[in-house]
């Protein structure tokens, strides 16, 4: 698939990443982060379910690429939990957001015959260069930062691998929405049955203590990626995956006004970078 992104299918992507940003706050500023993190998976999965009896069901060919998401999307929620234990918000979401797309854009062409337009690279570049740049404000020197940075990278290997998988799943199962929530529900039966039977007892007394993420989180949670999802219906994967980690965008403010955290001036160097690479994918 080639072309440029139409206005709606930037405004989706950009609501997309708000809600990402949002929720991925969200785990940060809980201090229990494997039951928060559990907890916004799982929400998904049952507002999933509930969904579902309404919805057409997904075609037959695109359930391979169900169940292949399903398992890195497992592999991506342990990888996410051990990123936000050892590292901060400011570190382990610009790594893992900035390096997946550009993953994305380098094996998209082979592995599903798309391709970017020299444009459209730019604008990759922009944005990756952007997040990455954010990365290297916001070290912090820890003494376990090799960790976090060896988790965020594993991580950003997930990201990147589900992305293309449900990309070209989404599109074979001409049923977006369902498609959608056929992932959530599957990775959230997973993660429920590891958090029964690593934390036994401990994930509904979490969701009875905290209705408002549990409802919230798990809203979030599964519009972020539908919408992203949705979009890839109508642009190249590699272009919507690069504009959805504009998110960093949100999650610069969100520490700054709801946070009170500093921002340098580096960091609003590499944020304008990233709007500059969201425009140009725009105009691309």
């Not at 399903?70 to 790594?95: E, F, I, K």
């Not at 049955?193 to 009875?208: E, I, K, S, V």
Request: hydrophobic share 55%; charged share 10%; net charge positive.
């Amino acid at each position: 698939m080639t072309g440029t992104m139409s206005s709606t299918v930037v405004g989706v992507v950009l609501c997309g990443a708000l809600l990402h940003a949002s929720w991925n706050a969200l785990l940060k500023s809980r201090s229990d982060t494997f039951l928060v993190t559990m907890l916004v998976a799982t929400s998904a999965g049952v507002i999933s379910a509930l969904a579902l009896p309404f919805l057409p069901a997904p075609d037959a060919a695109s359930w391979p690429y169900l169940a292949a998401s399903t398992v890195v999307q497992l592999a991506y929620w342990s990888l996410l939990v051990a990123a936000y234990r050892n590292s901060d918000m400011s570190q382990a979401y610009p790594l893992m957001r900035g390096s997946a797309p550009l993953l994305v854009a380098l094996v998209s062409g082979p592995l599903i015959g798309e391709t970017l337009h020299p444009a459209q690279w730019l604008a990759v570049a922009c944005i990756c260069g952007g997040i990455l740049g954010l990365y290297l404000n916001g070290r912090t020197g820890r003494p376990d930062a090799p960790r976090a940075t060896m988790f965020a990278l594993l991580n950003a290997c997930m990201i990147a691998a589900f992305t293309l998988i449900d990309g070209a799943g989404v599109r074979q199962s001409h049923s977006p929405v369902a498609y959608t929530m056929w992932v959530f529900l599957l990775t959230g039966i997973g993660l429920g049955a590891r958090t029964a039977f690593t934390r036994p007892g401990q994930l509904w007394p979490y969701a009875r203590a905290h209705p408002f993420i549990a409802l919230a989180g798990g809203v979030a949670n599964l519009g972020s990626y539908g919408l992203a999802l949705w979009a890839m219906t109508r642009a190249p994967v590699a272009a919507v995956a690069a504009l959805r980690e504009s998110s960093i965008l949100f999650a610069v403010a969100i520490a700054a006004l709801v946070l009170r955290e500093p921002v340098s001036r580096g960091r609003l160097a590499a944020v304008a970078l990233v709007a500059c690479g969201a425009v140009a994918m725009r105009l691309a």
